[in-house]
């Protein structure tokens, strides 16, 4: 796999063209790829991607367009994006964070 970074932010695979989302999805990609092969913090992440004008929801946020490049990187199914949020629905639920098992569900 190979990413392009100047300019549009995209994905190749074989020579052809990878789907990695909108803008905004594409920009979490950027800033996962200023780090590749570590971890990045959730906040550091969010911090890249929005700046001061972060959503109120942003790890939420965060967390949907993970799960999306997920899928459009691995090429898998859509099932690992529906694994993924009902992982999330349920730990939220047993952290009592109703408003983001609300937002998933």
Request: glycine fraction near 10%.
């Amino acid at each position: 796999m190979e990413f392009r970074l100047l300019g549009t932010v995209e994905a190749v695979r074989g020579g052809a063209p990878v789907a990695v989302g909108p803008a905004m999805q594409r920009g979490v990609l950027a800033a996962l790829l200023a780090d590749a092969g570590r971890v990045v913090r959730t906040g550091d992440l969010v911090e890249r991607v929005w700046g001061d004008a972060r959503p109120r929801r942003a790890a939420p946020t965060l967390y949907s367009y993970l799960s999306r490049l997920r899928v459009a990187l691995d090429g898998g199914p859509a099932l690992e994006a529906t694994s993924a949020r009902r992982s999330a629905l349920a730990l939220y639920e047993r952290q009592g964070r109703t408003r983001e098992a609300a937002a998933l569900k």
